[in-house]
């Protein structure tokens, strides 16, 4: 399982997250996409700018991932 949020902030207050950039850095950014399987879970997904909504559609296209999004659309909305 892994569980990603939009800010260092957020991703702090969760043992074992990281943030949505990293992830998308780590395994989008290298151009090679692991056979990933289990739960991957997005915190604040309205935080989330569309690049990185872009990037999770990738990941779930071309793995096992099974994503689960949580957010509230009226409390945080993405800045950009």
Not at 16 to 45: N, W
Not at 51 to 68: D, E, Y
Request: aromatic share 8%; proline share 5%.
């Amino acid at each position: 399982m892994v569980i990603i949020c939009p800010t260092h902030a957020s991703s702090r207050q969760i043992p074992d997250a990281v943030t949505a950039h990293r992830f998308a850095c780590k395994y989008i950014g290298s151009g090679k996409i692991p056979a990933l399987k289990g739960y991957l879970i997005v915190d604040e997904i309205f935080f989330c700018s569309l690049h990185i909504w872009n990037l999770l559609a990738q990941i779930k296209l071309h793995t096992q991932l099974k994503i689960i999004i949580v957010g509230d659309e009226k409390q945080f909305l993405c800045p950009s």
